[in-house]
C-alpha cells in the first residue's frame, strides 16, 4: 500500500532558526503533492501544493517545498521561523488516477522558542 | 471562502450510544470524506463519498457508517460507540478533478466514556 512519511515527528527550534520538515511517500508514480498546518486550536488549513510545473512550490506564510521525483521527496521549507509557525505540519499525497483521496504522514509537530 | 462546518466542537457519549457527527459544505464540493486524527497516526481516513448516495471504505470503516442524502451533507455514524472512538474527527471535501485540494472543517473532538 502507498505510504507516506515525515521523519521528524516533533521539532523544536530557535526564532529566526532554519527549518526543514522531511516527507517522502511510496509510489512511482504520477502525485500531486500537499503540505498542510494545523495551529493550536485551528482546522488544518493548506500551505502550498504541488500539481505540475516548477518542482520548487512557494506557499504562504513564506514557506516553500521542493518535489524532487527521484528521491520521492517533497520536503518543507523556511529560512526564519517565528514563534507564530508553531503548529503541527502535515504531509498528504494524491495518486493520479485514484481519485480525490489523500494519503498523509503522521504529522511533525514544530514548537518554536520566542 | 470555502467552508466546511461540523455540527459539534466537543461531544461526549457514553459506551453503546449511537452518534452522529454531522458536516456540511457550502462549494458545491462533489468529493467529502472523514477522518479520524490521533496523536503520532496523523490523519486515517474512515469513509468518503464522490456524490450523493455513493460511498467508500476508507483504512478504518470498521465501526463506523455514513450517509449522504445532500451534496452538501455528509454524517459519519458510530452505530454503537466504544472507548477506542475517543478521537478528533475531520470533515474535509474536495472537487471531483486535480489536483484535489482537501478544504477542512474545525474537527469535532469526541469523546467515550
Known amino acids: 500500500a502507498q505510504s507516506v512519511s515525515q521523519h521528524n515527528h516533533h521539532v523544536i527550534l530557535s526564532e529566526a532558526a532554519s527549518l526543514e520538515l522531511g516527507c517522502n511517500y511510496s509510489?512511482?508514480?504520477?502525485?500531486?503533492l500537499f503540505w498542510y498546518v494545523q495551529y493550536p486550536g485551528q482546522h488544518l488549513q493548506l500551505l502550498l501544493k504541488?500539481?505540475?510545473?516548477?518542482?520548487l512550490v512557494k506557499g504562504i506564510k513564506g514557506f516553500e517545498a521542493e518535489f524532487i521525483k527521484s528521491k520521492f521527496s517533497f520536503n518543507l521549507r523556511k529560512p526564519s521561523v517565528q514563534w507564530s509557525d508553531t503548529a503541527e505540519y502535515f504531509c498528504?499525497?494524491?495518486?493520479?488516477?485514484?481519485?480525490?483521496?489523500?494519503?498523509f504522514g503522521q504529522g511533525t509537530e514544530l514548537s518554536v522558542k520566542p | 471562502d470555502v467552508k466546511v462546518t461540523q455540527s459539534s466542537r466537543y461531544l461526549v457519549k457514553r459506551t453503546g450510544e449511537k452518534v452522529f457527527l454531522e458536516c456540511v459544505q457550502d462549494?458545491?464540493?462533489?468529493?467529502m470524506f472523514w477522518y479520524r486524527q490521533d496523536p503520532g497516526l496523523g490523519l486515517r481516513l474512515i469513509y468518503f463519498?464522490?456524490?450523493?448516495?455513493?460511498?467508500e471504505k476508507g483504512d478504518i470503516p470498521e465501526g463506523y457508517s455514513v450517509s449522504r442524502e445532500k451534496k452538501e451533507r455528509f454524517s459519519l455514524i458510530l452505530e454503537s460507540a466504544s472507548t477506542n472512538q475517543t478521537s478528533m474527527y475531520l470533515c474535509?471535501?474536495?472537487?471531483?478533478?486535480?489536483?484535489?485540494?482537501?478544504?477542512f472543517g474545525p474537527g469535532t473532538r469526541l469523546t467515550v466514556t
Open positions: 474535509a471535501s474536495s472537487l471531483l478533478t486535480a489536483p484535489y485540494e482537501q478544504y
Open positions: 498528504a499525497v494524491n495518486i493520479y488516477n485514484q481519485g480525490g483521496k489523500l494519503i
Open positions: 509510489y512511482g508514480g504520477t502525485v500531486n
Open positions: 463519498s464522490y456524490d450523493v448516495k455513493m460511498k
Open positions: 462549494m458545491d464540493h462533489e468529493n
Open positions: 504541488y500539481f505540475s510545473g516548477d518542482p
